[in-house]
């Protein structure tokens, strides 16, 4: 049982109505991190109840703006004041490298921030009727009660991208983090509360999501879901919502083309498809995890590339020599391992990696090493697929034109990049490719003031920007006569009436 409860209902710590729970372990030793309450549909349910109280009755949704944001300043102000601590709970819950979590709260910090500064950007505008008798403005208000769903590669950074805009629209929510990673959502209660949000706007369920989750889209009470996840999950998840018309939002997975021209600077190039596709042992959305390279360059840059991908130390989330960690779970390892195996079946070439390390103190973590599968072709499956993994697929192209159908050949559209030193051609190529973030000369950067978000079946809706804040408020049009009279659209009633 969890020492203390771990629901957050209603501005209240509360138990599972079932009294089920679950133990989170560090996926590097297998050691205990904690114990935590295992929601069920009931809790979800109370959750919910909870929120719609909030927004029909509570002060937030009136809250005047700039006090908003206020609020959301401060929980950046708190996210400061408890880095350390945050970061480690991050590590100890996703067995990512500490220095990687502690860069994961500094952008959190950077999010609540920058929504609390947009918060009081809510005047709405006012637009010309031509009648002189007529004052016609739109006006901002929040959607209502969120449903806010996330996932386990970056916990607190992806509650932060839904949870900051919503609080600065004014609505309330309840968030359900990956039944993995619960620690940091904890935390984030605690210090919204602490930053004075009033109870019932902020509520937390954690759990499996076919329990705990679903109800955030099922439910008449709910008015919008967001959700980030994968591709499957999230068509379950709009498919659900569509039974109550919920406005969705959706950040749904990637297969991102990383784009290398023969004339690119190699140095450059060779050490970002590194970065692109192995940070966090490739469990990014956006990881390039699907290298094209130009036909004369392909035999050298693949040579270098599995040459330093070889050398990639990994280790647990304290060890300062780690350039890399675990994955998040046995049963992801088990995917990674039939993915590089069906690779193979179908074609694929091991030029590094291809296995599970063999070093004894690498043991107890569910790791993977570093590998490149060269010789892939669009056709393939596992060009084709997401696997979440530090596994790179390598194709070659001939020109532009062929770098594009490739690069485009795929259901998703998150993310990819481009590498040359012809400016004019990374203009024409990141016009021409269909994902929502293109990098040229870099790969990873994102700002919480650019919109982040999927082309095709990698999402609905963008994340973060100004427009980011579109999705969690409703644009209301207000026209008012201030001279009202009969319309005499139908002729002179009053002769009528005579
Ligand atoms: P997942 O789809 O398995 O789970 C995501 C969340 O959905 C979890 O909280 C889970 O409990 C919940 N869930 C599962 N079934 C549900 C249901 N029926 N109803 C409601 N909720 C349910 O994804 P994951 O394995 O946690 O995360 C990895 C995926 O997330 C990858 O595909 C990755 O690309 C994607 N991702 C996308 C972005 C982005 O910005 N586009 C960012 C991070 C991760």
């Excluded at 029909?56 to 809250?63: F, L, M, Y």
């Excluded at 659900?240 to 004339?263: M, Q, S, W, Y």
């Excluded at 994902?435 to 963008?462: C, M």
Aim: glycine residues 10%; hydrophobic residues 40%; charged residues 20%.
């Amino acid at each position: 049982m969890p020492l203390v409860p771990s629901l957050f209902i209603d501005g209240h710590w509360v138990a599972a109505a079932a009294g089920a729970s679950r133990e989170i372990r560090n996926p590097f030793d297998q050691s205990p991190v904690a114990t935590v309450d295992e929601a069920g549909a009931e809790d979800t349910e109370c959750a919910i109840a909870a929120a719609r109280q909030a927004f029909d009755h509570g002060p937030w949704p009136s809250t005047p703006a700039v006090q908003r944001g206020a609020l959301l300043s401060a929980v950046a102000d708190l996210l400061v004041r408890d880095r350390a601590d945050v970061a480690k709970a991050e590590s100890l819950d996703t067995g990512k490298r500490l220095v990687e979590s502690e860069y994961d709260v500094d952008d959190v910090v950077r999010v609540f921030r920058y929504y609390g500064g947009l918060a009081g950007d809510a005047a709405g505008r006012v637009v010309d009727t031509g009648n002189p008798n007529a004052i016609s403005r739109v006006v901002y208000e929040p959607v209502g009660v969120c449903g806010l769903i996330t996932p386990w590669n970056y916990p607190l950074l992806q509650a932060s991208w839904k949870v900051a805009p919503a609080l600065a629209a004014g609505n309330t929510f309840v968030l359900k983090p990956s039944e993995l990673t619960p620690s940091t959502a904890i935390l984030l209660m605690r210090l919204l509360t602490e930053a004075g949000l009033p109870a019932g706007v902020a509520n937390l369920v954690l759990g499996a999501g076919p329990q705990a989750g679903a109800p955030l889209a099922d439910s008449p009470l709910v008015d919008l879901v967001s959700f980030t996840g994968g591709l499957t999950t999230g068509k379950r998840v709009m498919a659900a919502a569509a039974g109550t018309v919920k406005k969705v939002a959706l950040e749904l997975g990637g297969k991102n083309p990383n784009i290398v021209f023969a004339d690119t600077d190699l140095d450059a190039a060779l050490d970002n498809a590194l970065t692109a596709v192995f940070l966090h042992s490739g469990q990014v959305c956006s990881a390039g995890a699907r290298l094209l390279v130009e036909d004369s360059l392909h035999d050298s840059f693949v040579t270098e590339l599995a040459s330093r991908a070889d050398r990639i130390r990994l280790g647990g989330p304290f060890d300062p020599q780690a350039e890399t960690g675990t994955l998040i779970s046995a049963a992801h390892q088990a995917k990674i391992e039939a993915y590089v195996a069906g690779a193979v079946a179908e074609g694929a070439k091991v030029v590094c990696g291809g296995r599970v390390p063999d070093e004894p103190e690498l043991k107890a973590g569910f790791f993977y090493r570093p590998t490149i599968l060269d010789g892939c072709v669009a056709t393939m499956g596992c060009v084709q697929d997401e696997s979440f993994g530090p596994v790179l697929t390598v194709e070659r192209f001939t020109d532009e034109d062929d770098a594009v159908r490739i690069a485009n050949d795929t259901v998703y559209g998150l993310a990819g990049a481009v590498w040359t030193s012809d400016a004019s051609k990374a203009q024409r190529m990141a016009g021409r490719l269909r994902h929502g973030t293109i990098w040229i000369n870099d790969y990873h950067p994102y700002l919480p003031q650019a919109e982040w978000g999927g082309f095709k079946q990698s999402g609905v809706g963008r994340e973060l920007g100004p427009t980011g804040l579109d999705e969690y408020r409703e644009a209301k049009h207000i026209y008012q006569n201030i001279n009202p009279a009969p319309s005499r659209w139908f002729g002179d009633f009053g002769d009528k009436d005579r």
